[in-house]
């Protein structure tokens, strides 16, 4: 990626870009919608209504208005001879053109008003999940069951740079999706981490704010099983177009299986985490996890090259945290800086890959300081602050 | 009275007229004035302009391919300051330094001095902003709309430069707005009483209350926003007692009369042209007066449709959604009046009408689409995504600008005197109608199908729309240099001298001084019949 840009560099790329396109096509996929989709659940289809209604009253609008207009622009042309009539003003006419729209809107706010009323109604839900953004990822907690996670685009970097082709569900794909139950009231509570950040899923008609400090509710109720995609839909920074929302919904029983496997396989990570306290990673293992960690989770502001972005965030390579005092950079990592773009990574990292990170940090782009962070160091951080 | 006229008019005779920097730094000439507004406009409409070609080539196909995210950011950041605070609000002060005294029967501006100072401190926020994006660290690249905690505690610090630039325009338009103002309510020639004033001129007077009544408010929000970044306090910071929400409700209030103040103008110029040539009175001249008023005074109650997503109480939701569907039955008026003055006319196409009646058409698809984002449940779906962006480039675009290139067109012969090149003129406005249609129009359907605005990459089904959007953007791009040529060619005063009516069907006073318009006009008021 570029820093400075150059009108040459802006042709170059762009035939370049060109040539490539047809060398890395796209998988082929559906072709657009051209329309807003109708959804899968019963608000989704009210507000596709809704949009329905008000899109043919504008286009009748637009009809008679235009059709009236075109009319006049033909047939009482200078060119026709046509001569001008003296009128400007008649009462009765205004009148009818002030109050027959003002019908027609009342006509338009009522089902509005019924729809809005209860898309706005999250309450007696069977299902909590609490949805914080942050950047650039999204965080799921279910209020019911002792299941949190995060959720990262899952899109590798390489078909982002036009290396790889890009896949189906390009830039709509995540690690870990949401996973509902279908037949459900399933309340979403809506928070930040950081800036300002919008979840929103076409399907389910539900796009909400997360603001940091506060709490918003929103609720959806689906009826079809499948997997459905959106977007995070207010800037948020620089990946704010690398942030989407996956989520399946699952027929309820499969809803409890899936739950009941995510118990025994978070007790798995917990044993393997025990096993890695005994034990030391060679210098290798840690480099390599380290690498993919960091590729995932850092290098969306500290770069692939460790270098940052001068002026919005700092690079890695040769900095004094990265090469300095150990126990700092274990703090940093794990508790982030208040004020600034650097997340708290403890909770959303294992301590395995946050000893791979560090030790990757500390040894990659020339940093070369040799020190090895095991597991158990990260655990005694944490036991000790 | 007679006296003090003939004072001035003795003192102009010995006030030559400096030539050269000197004429255009110290002016204190509404025309020269004008003139330094619409070529500043018009070259911040080219840089902000080349900021959107950036934007459009990297949208030209999925995949990162010549900015990085964060560049692109303060593209679109850039790009939307421009195109608004200095492109749009300028030019419309332009028109109304040159054409309010020749309209009302005024010798100049009220208050010329200012006027001078208001003028020569925009090129410096200018300057500043786009100086900015040379920082280490980048520009601003939050969105125009700079919303906290983005712009505060996560941007970079040429925020403080930005916040400097705002408050230089908001106080360049202050001054403006002053002018216009005072400019109108005590330099009416006698018998220019109030419903005699030419639409423009109503429009103007209207939008002027609006710029000072909201521009002090974007000054106290980009203020918030500096002392919450450098100064510790925590007016949008949850963690110190604020409300990021707070934020938008106080830029919105601004923000939404904001848009009106650059559309109000814009009726004001398809008011004068439209009954030019039909050859007939304008329709329901008092109720398009008062359907300005109106939509003013509501533009301070729907504010909030901006922020339907924000998670706002349903009661408010609802006030919102009824005041905003509310200012289309004001706005529908004056597309009514417009089209019943065509109606049974004596209809001609030269270039101001044929902008005039793309403007009608498609400013109303703007609004068409603007009464659908107010239907709160469908906005949930709109809200954010190339469905709006369509939305205010169809009211921006094709409603502001259109008219000002309108208003150009219409009164460019009475500026220098020559009939400007036609044959350049049509093709400038067949290019950029069918490039513009082709620019926005998809835009509608990419956002429909869930496409959100600001984002440097896409996933691909929405691939071949963006590919044709860009495409319409590049030659909309390059159709505007038909403009600049036909512009320096016309200020050369090349093409064939007109008359002092220049247009067969046009009335109103400015077409009653000669054309070009002498350095000083109405030394004596001009009889109002």
Same mark, same amino acid.
């Given at each position: 990626?570029?820093?400075?840009?150059?009108?040459?560099?802006?042709?170059?790329?762009?035939?370049?870009?060109?040539?490539?396109?047809?060398?890395?096509?796209?998988?082929?996929?559906?072709?657009?919608?051209?329309?807003?989709?109708?959804?899968?659940?019963?608000?989704?289809?009210?507000?596709?209504?809704?949009?329905?209604?008000?899109?043919?009253?504008?286009?009748?609008?637009?009809?008679?208005?235009?059709?009236?207009?075109?009319?006049?622009?033909?047939?009482?042309?200078?060119?026709?001879?046509?001569?001008?009539?003296?009128?400007?003003?008649?009462?009765?006419?205004?009148?009818?053109?002030?109050?027959?729209?003002?019908?027609?809107?009342?006509?338009?706010?009522?089902?509005?008003?019924?729809?809005?009323?209860?898309?706005?109604?999250?309450?007696?839900?069977?299902?909590?999940?609490?949805?914080?953004?942050?950047?650039?990822?999204?965080?799921?907690?279910?209020?019911?069951?002792?299941?949190?996670?995060?959720?990262?685009?899952?899109?590798?970097?390489?078909?982002?740079?036009?290396?790889?082709?890009?896949?189906?569900?390009?830039?709509?794909?995540?690690?870990?999706?949401?996973?509902?139950?279908?037949?459900?009231?399933?309340?979403?509570? /809506?928070?930040?981490?950081?800036?300002?950040?919008?979840?929103?899923?076409?399907?389910?008609?539900?796009?909400?704010?997360?603001?940091?400090?506060?709490?918003?509710?929103?609720?959806?109720?689906?009826?079809?099983?499948?997997?459905?995609?959106?977007?995070?839909?207010?800037?948020?920074?620089?990946?704010?177009?690398?942030?989407?929302?996956?989520?399946?919904?699952?027929?309820?029983?499969?809803?409890?299986?899936?739950?009941?496997?995510?118990?025994?396989?978070?007790?798995?990570?917990?044993?393997?985490?025990?096993?890695?306290?005994?034990?030391?990673?060679?210098?290798?293992?840690?480099?390599?996890?380290?690498?993919?960690?960091?590729?995932?989770?850092?290098?969306?502001?500290?770069?692939?090259?460790?270098?940052?972005?001068?002026?919005?965030?700092?690079?890695?390579?040769?900095?004094?945290?990265?090469?300095?005092?150990?126990?700092?950079?274990?703090?940093?990592?794990?508790?982030?800086?208040?004020?600034?773009? /650097?997340?708290?990574?403890?909770?959303?990292?294992?301590?395995?890959?946050?000893?791979?990170?560090?030790?990757?940090?500390?040894?990659?782009?020339?940093?070369?300081?040799?020190?090895?962070?095991?597991?158990?160091?990260?655990?005694?951080?944490?036991?000790?602050? | 009275?007679?006296?003090?006229?003939?004072?001035?008019?003795?003192?102009?005779?010995?006030?030559?007229?400096?030539?050269?920097?000197?004429?255009?730094?110290?002016?204190?000439?509404?025309?020269?004035?004008?003139?330094?507004?619409?070529?500043?406009?018009?070259?911040?409409?080219?840089?902000?302009?080349?900021?959107?070609?950036?934007?459009?080539?990297?949208?030209?196909?999925?995949?990162?391919?010549?900015?990085?995210?964060?560049?692109?950011?303060?593209?679109?950041?850039?790009?939307?300051?421009?195109?608004?605070?200095?492109?749009v609000m300028?030019a419309f002060t332009?028109l109304a330094n040159?054409m309010i005294?020749?309209m009302i029967?005024?010798?100049?501006m009220a208050?010329?001095?200012?006027?001078?100072?208001?003028?020569?401190?925009?090129?410096?926020?200018?300057?500043?902003?786009?100086?900015?994006?040379?920082?280490?660290?980048?520009?601003?690249?939050?969105?125009?709309?700079?919303?906290?905690?983005?712009?505060?505690?996560?941007?970079?610090?040429?925020?403080?430069?930005?916040?400097?630039?705002?408050?230089?325009?908001?106080?360049?338009s202050i001054m403006g707005a002053i002018n216009v103002i005072v400019t109108i309510w005590n330099m009416r020639?006698?018998?220019m009483t109030w419903m005699k004033m030419p639409l423009f001129v109503w429009t103007w007077f209207i939008t002027a209350f609006l710029l000072i009544a909201v521009m002090p408010v974007?000054?106290?929000?980009?203020?918030?926003?500096?002392?919450?970044?450098?100064?510790?306090?925590?007016?949008?910071?949850?963690?110190?007692?604020?409300?990021?929400?707070?934020?938008?409700?106080?830029?919105?209030f601004f923000g939404h009369p904001e848009v009106y103040i650059m559309i109000l103008p814009a009726f004001g110029v398809i008011s004068a042209? #439209?009954?030019?040539?039909?050859?007939?009175?304008l329709?329901g001249y008092s109720s398009m007066v008062y359907a300005t008023a109106s939509i003013a005074l509501l533009s301070f109650v729907v504010w909030?449709?901006?922020?339907?997503?924000?998670?706002?109480?349903?009661?408010?939701?609802?006030?919102?959604?009824?005041?905003?569907?509310l200012i289309?039955v004001p706005t529908?008026v004056k597309v009514?009046n417009w089209?019943?003055?065509?109606?049974?006319?004596?209809?001609?196409?030269?270039?101001?009408?044929?902008?005039?009646?793309?403007?009608?058409?498609?400013f109303?698809?703007?609004?068409?689409?603007?009464?659908?984002?107010?239907?709160?449940?469908?906005?949930?779906?709109?809200?954010?995504?190339?469905?709006? #962006?369509?939305?205010?480039?169809?009211v921006?675009?094709?409603g502001a600008?259109?008219s000002i290139?309108?208003g150009?067109?219409?009164?460019?012969?009475?500026?220098?005197?020559?009939?400007?090149?036609?044959?350049?003129?049509?093709?400038?406005?067949?290019?950029?109608?069918?490039?513009?249609?082709?620019?926005?129009?998809?835009?509608?359907?990419?956002?429909?199908?869930?496409?959100?605005?600001?984002?440097?990459?896409?996933?691909?089904?929405?691939?071949?729309?963006?590919?044709?959007?860009?495409?319409?953007?590049?030659?909309?791009?390059?159709?505007?240099?038909?403009?600049?040529?036909?512009?320096?060619?016309?200020?050369?005063?090349?093409?064939?001298?007109?008359?002092?009516?220049?247009?067969?069907?046009?009335?109103?006073?400015?077409?009653?001084?000669?054309?070009?318009?002498?350095?000083?006009?109405?030394?004596?008021?001009?009889?109002?019949?």
């Amino acid at each position: 990626m570029k820093n400075k840009v150059s009108i040459l560099q802006i042709s170059i790329s762009l035939i370049l870009s060109n040539v490539f396109s047809f060398a890395f096509a796209a998988e082929s996929s559906e072709p657009m919608p051209l329309n807003m989709t109708r959804g899968v659940t019963s608000i989704s289809a009210d507000v596709y209504d809704l949009h329905m209604q008000i899109f043919l009253i504008c286009t009748a609008i637009g009809v008679v208005v235009f059709g009236l207009m075109f009319w006049a622009m033909f047939f009482h042309r200078k060119s026709n001879g046509h001569k001008a009539a003296n009128f400007h003003e008649s009462v009765k006419v205004e009148i009818a053109w002030t109050v027959i729209p003002f019908i027609i809107l009342i006509v338009m706010a009522i089902p509005a008003t019924k729809t809005l009323i209860a898309m706005e109604d999250a309450s007696e839900p069977d299902l909590s999940i609490l949805v914080t953004g942050s950047q650039w990822k999204w965080h799921y907690k279910y209020m019911d069951h002792d299941i949190d996670f995060y959720s990262i685009l899952a899109t590798p970097t390489e078909q982002i740079n036009n290396q790889w082709a890009k896949g189906k569900n390009y830039l709509l794909e995540v690690d870990r999706p949401l996973v509902i139950p279908t037949g459900k009231k399933v309340r979403f509570l /809506m928070t930040s981490d950081d800036v300002i950040h919008s979840w929103w899923v076409p399907d389910f008609a539900v796009k909400k704010d997360a603001n940091p400090g506060f709490i918003n509710e929103a609720w959806t109720n689906v009826d079809v099983p499948g997997i459905y995609r959106g977007q995070c839909a207010e800037l948020c920074g620089k990946d704010h177009g690398f942030m989407p929302v996956v989520v399946i919904a699952k027929e309820p029983a499969e809803f409890e299986l899936w739950l009941s496997q995510d118990v025994s396989r978070r007790q798995a990570a917990k044993e393997e985490e025990q096993r890695l306290l005994a034990m030391n990673m060679s210098f290798d293992e840690l480099m390599a996890e380290g690498e993919r960690a960091y590729m995932a989770k850092c290098a969306a502001c500290h770069q692939p090259n460790g270098m940052g972005l001068p002026g919005v965030f700092p690079g890695l390579a040769g900095s004094a945290i990265a090469v300095g005092d150990i126990k700092q950079h274990i703090e940093v990592v794990i508790n982030g800086v208040g004020g600034t773009a /650097m997340q708290a990574f403890g909770k959303q990292m294992t301590k395995k890959e946050m000893a791979a990170v560090i030790t990757y940090e500390r040894n990659a782009w020339g940093n070369n300081t040799g020190d090895l962070v095991q597991v158990k160091d990260i655990f005694e951080f944490m036991q000790n602050n | 009275m007679t006296t003090l006229v003939q004072e001035q008019d003795d003192h102009d005779e010995h006030h030559a007229i400096p030539t050269g920097i000197k004429r255009w730094l110290y002016t204190t000439n509404h025309k020269d004035i004008g003139t330094l507004y619409l070529w500043f406009a018009f070259i911040m409409f080219l840089i902000g302009g080349a900021m959107a070609m950036v934007i459009r080539a990297e949208l030209f196909q999925p995949g990162l391919q010549i900015v990085e995210p964060h560049f692109f950011n303060q593209m679109t950041t850039v790009h939307g300051l421009i195109m608004v605070f200095g492109a749009v609000m300028p030019a419309f002060t332009g028109l109304a330094n040159w054409m309010i005294p020749l309209m009302i029967g005024a010798p100049d501006m009220a208050l010329p001095r200012m006027n001078n100072l208001s003028f020569w401190i925009l090129p410096f926020a200018f300057l500043i902003l786009l100086m900015s994006l040379f920082m280490e660290g980048g520009g601003p690249a939050f969105g125009w709309t700079f919303y906290a905690p983005l712009s505060t505690t996560y941007s970079g610090d040429s925020t403080a430069l930005f916040v400097f630039s705002v408050h230089i325009m908001g106080i360049s338009s202050i001054m403006g707005a002053i002018n216009v103002i005072v400019t109108i309510w005590n330099m009416r020639a006698p018998g220019m009483t109030w419903m005699k004033m030419p639409l423009f001129v109503w429009t103007w007077f209207i939008t002027a209350f609006l710029l000072i009544a909201v521009m002090p408010v974007l000054a106290g929000v980009v203020t918030m926003v500096l002392t919450d970044k450098f100064f510790g306090t925590s007016f949008f910071d949850a963690a110190g007692g604020g409300d990021p929400v707070m934020f938008q409700h106080i830029f919105w209030f601004f923000g939404h009369p904001e848009v009106y103040i650059m559309i109000l103008p814009a009726f004001g110029v398809i008011s004068a042209i #439209v009954p030019t040539f039909s050859r007939k009175k304008l329709f329901g001249y008092s109720s398009m007066v008062y359907a300005t008023a109106s939509i003013a005074l509501l533009s301070f109650v729907v504010w909030a449709h901006h922020m339907f997503t924000t998670g706002m109480p349903v009661f408010g939701e609802l006030f919102f959604m009824y005041c905003t569907m509310l200012i289309s039955v004001p706005t529908g008026v004056k597309v009514f009046n417009w089209v019943a003055t065509m109606w049974r006319g004596s209809i001609s196409y030269e270039v101001p009408m044929l902008f005039a009646i793309a403007f009608i058409i498609l400013f109303t698809i703007g609004g068409f689409s603007g009464l659908m984002l107010a239907i709160t449940p469908a906005d949930f779906q709109y809200h954010d995504t190339y469905f709006v #962006v369509a939305h205010f480039h169809y009211v921006l675009v094709t409603g502001a600008i259109f008219s000002i290139i309108a208003g150009t067109y219409y009164w460019l012969p009475k500026w220098t005197g020559v009939m400007y090149d036609v044959t350049l003129a049509r093709a400038h406005f067949w290019c950029s109608l069918i490039s513009v249609n082709l620019l926005f129009f998809p835009m509608h359907f990419v956002g429909l199908a869930g496409m959100p605005r600001r984002i440097p990459d896409y996933s691909i089904q929405f691939a071949d729309f963006n590919q044709w959007i860009s495409i319409g953007g590049f030659a909309f791009g390059l159709s505007q240099l038909i403009f600049l040529a036909l512009l320096i060619k016309a200020c050369r005063k090349k093409g064939k001298p007109v008359d002092t009516q220049v247009w067969e069907g046009a009335e109103g006073l400015e077409w009653q001084v000669p054309s070009p318009a002498p350095y000083h006009t109405f030394d004596k008021p001009p009889e109002i019949k």
